[in-house]
Nanobody
Framework: QVHLVESGGGLVQAGGSLRLSCGASGSFRGFDEMSWYRQGPGNQRDLVADITEYGSTIHLDSAKGRFTISADNAKNMVYLEMTNLKPEDSAVYYC??????????????WGQGTRVTVSP
């Protein structure tokens, strides 16, 4: 099983930057992909960015050019660099991974979330 811990959220003014980090621990053979989602008040949880084990990335259209996902597979870490933040980026950001167990199979795990608040 994989345990995820996010960090790096906080309060920032519009135009500012934050770097979110997510560390994975536990027993697993590897990751298929690692993602960041976000959920604002009254909203569904939406994909922000995703990176596969091969390094391919996708980003939410509104985040392109402002957010960058990256991963350090050796450290089992995934990051989300956020620049030029806007008030509408305020949300709880969640780390999500799909991983492979030594016993076989592919599974998913969520972190507990880290809150990002962007003031006007």
């Amino acid at each position: 099983q994989v345990h995820l811990v996010e960090s790096g959220g906080g309060l920032v003014q519009a135009g500012g930057s934050l770097r979110l980090s997510c560390g994975a621990s536990g027993s697993f053979r590897g990751f298929d992909e690692m993602s960041w989602y976000r959920q604002g008040p009254g909203n569904q949880r939406d994909l922000v960015a995703d990176i596969t084990e091969y390094g391919s990335t996708i980003h939410l259209d509104s985040a392109k050019g402002r957010f960058t996902i990256s991963a350090d597979n050796a450290k089992n870490m995934v990051y989300l660099e956020m620049t030029n933040l806007k008030p509408e980026d305020s949300a709880v950001y969640y780390c999500h991974v799909t991983y492979r167990r030594y016993t076989g199979g592919s599974f998913a795990a969520w972190g507990q979330g880290t809150r990002v608040t962007v003031s006007p």
